[in-house]
Structure formats: C-alpha cells, structure tokens
C-alpha cells in the first residue's frame, strides 16, 4: 500500500496490556477484574450480551473512564497521559458520536490530525494528504463538503472513523462500528480495519455486535458477562454452543471453516 505520512513509524501497533481493571459508575459494578492483552498488530474482538460491559471496557482502554486496575500501553500507564499525548496514539470511535454543527465532513476527519501539529498551528500539506486519504478510504470523496448533520447514520458513522484513521493511531478502539451500515460497507469498513491491521501493523480492539463478523475477523475474542471475563482465545474456542447458550440464553448452530467462525441462529424446538 504506497502511503504520504508525516510520521514512518505512526502506524506500528501498541501493545495493550489490561490488568485487573475495576470500574464502578453509581451503584453499577460495571467491569470486575477485567484482565486481558493484546499484541501489537493483532485484532481482538470484544464480544458479550447487552450491558455486559463492552463498550465501558472501550472506553477504559481509550483512557476516557475512572478505573481501579492498570491499562498499559506499551508499558505506559494510559491514564497518566495527556489527552493530547494519548490522541496521537489512540483513536477511538464510540458508538455514539458527539458531532458538532455546521461542519463539513472534510473539517471534522481534519480534527483528526491536530495531535500531530503544535498548538495553535493548522494543518499542513502532509496533514492534508493523509485527510484526503482517510476519506478516499471511506468512500466519502463525493461527500467531503457535506455537513455532518446532513448524512445518514452510516455516512456518519464512516466520517466517524475516517477521522480515527486520519490520527494514524498506533491503537484503534472501534465500538460496535458496524452497527449502522448497510451489509455492504459493514464488509468494506472490517476489510479496511483488517488491511491496515495486516499490512501496517495496527493494534485493533473492537465491540462487535455480529457474532459472525467477529468470528471471521477478529485474532481472539474476550466473552464479557455482568462485568467479568468468562471466556478468551481463539473465535473457535470462545464461540461456542454451550457458551452462546449460557451467556446469550442463545440457540445456535456453530461452524468453523477456513474463513473463520460463523454463528447461525437456530429457533427453538
């Protein structure tokens, strides 16, 4: 893949590391000695049933929550960094994004690069490359000049992560980023994802909804029930009949093949 970055080396995957990760909001114990890696360049996947934490857990790596426990990046402790330290490294794309009004989609991915430029300077021409690239990426050439407000759910929900991708971050947190797409460009963001992750060398870590899409891209997945880990390793070995009936009150038909892990919905008898 020929790229123009202002950074050679931006694009090298972090090693994450999650050791006894305690959170409480309110009355809620929402995460409960969450323990987990994750080598650079690998994918996890985050997987589990509704309120089991999953996109608290997003939020924690991404150094946005209160927590008790350590999350190390590359042997840095993320809390300790500054926001501005820890955008240059992470990107993170929540399932709901705050979107500003009145900007144009090309503005917002530009945001995207202000970790990389001092204080109070604009963007430079090598800035500028990597925006149109992250667009150009996105399938969102054709609406660059577009206000936010004026797109659909998943024209902004790829705006959202053509700005991650404009940071060149060296950890990408994707919560739920197929969740507004169409089946065709739910395909085409993963196959992104994975291209970047396979060729240069990006650190994924994702909730997934789709249990089939997370069984065929993700390296490994965590299974999170109330708050705790009960599974981690393979698609294959987390994926399983027993476990989707147990934690998902599920009945499921699972198949592995050589294109990964496909869960397919049974009903009932």
């Given at each position: 893949?020929?790229?123009?970055?202002?950074?050679?080396?931006?694009?090298?995957?972090?090693?994450?590391?999650?050791?006894?990760?305690?959170?409480?909001?309110?009355?809620?114990?929402?995460?409960?000695?969450?323990?987990?890696?994750?080598?650079?360049?690998?994918?996890?996947?985050?997987?589990?049933?509704?309120?089991?934490?999953?996109?608290?857990?997003?939020?924690?790596?991404?150094?946005?929550?209160?927590?008790?426990?350590?999350?190390?990046?590359?042997?840095?402790?993320?809390?300790?960094?500054?926001?501005?330290?820890?955008?240059?490294?992470?990107?993170y794309t929540p399932q709901v994004p705050l979107l500003p009004e009145g900007v144009r989609v090309r503005d917002y991915v530009t945001l995207g690069r202000t970790p990389h430029h001092a204080l109070l300077t604009g963007p430079k021409d090598a800035d500028r490359v990597v925006v149109e690239e992250s667009l150009a990426r996105l399938d969102l050439d054709a609406l660059a000049d577009r206000p936010l407000r004026t797109l659909s759910g998943g024209e902004r929900q790829r705006a959202v992560l053509a700005r991650a991708l404009a940071q060149e971050p060296r950890l990408l947190l994707l919560d739920e980023p197929t969740s507004a797409l169409d089946l065709g460009h739910a395909q085409q963001v993963l196959e992104l994802v994975d291209g970047l992750r396979r060729e240069e060398g990006l650190t994924v870590v994702s909730t997934l909804h789709d249990l089939a899409l997370a069984g065929q891209y993700a390296d490994r997945l965590v299974l999170l029930s109330h708050g705790r880990v009960v599974a981690a390793g393979s698609p294959a070995e987390v994926l399983t009949e027993d476990a989707l009936a147990e934690h998902y009150g599920a009945t499921a038909e699972v198949v592995t093949g050589p294109d990964g892990v496909r869960v397919h919905p049974v009903r009932p008898r």
């Open positions: 893949m020929n790229r123009t970055s202002p950074s050679e080396t931006a694009w090298a995957g972090a090693l994450v590391e999650a050791t006894g990760v305690d959170v409480t909001l309110g009355r809620n114990h929402v995460l409960d000695a969450v323990d987990l890696t994750v080598e650079p360049g690998r994918w996890l996947g985050v997987v589990g049933p509704n309120g089991a934490g999953k996109s608290t857990l997003l939020r924690v790596l991404a150094g946005l929550v209160r927590h008790r426990g350590s999350v190390l990046l590359d042997g840095m402790n993320v809390a300790s960094m500054s926001s501005r330290h820890r955008a240059g490294l992470v990107g």
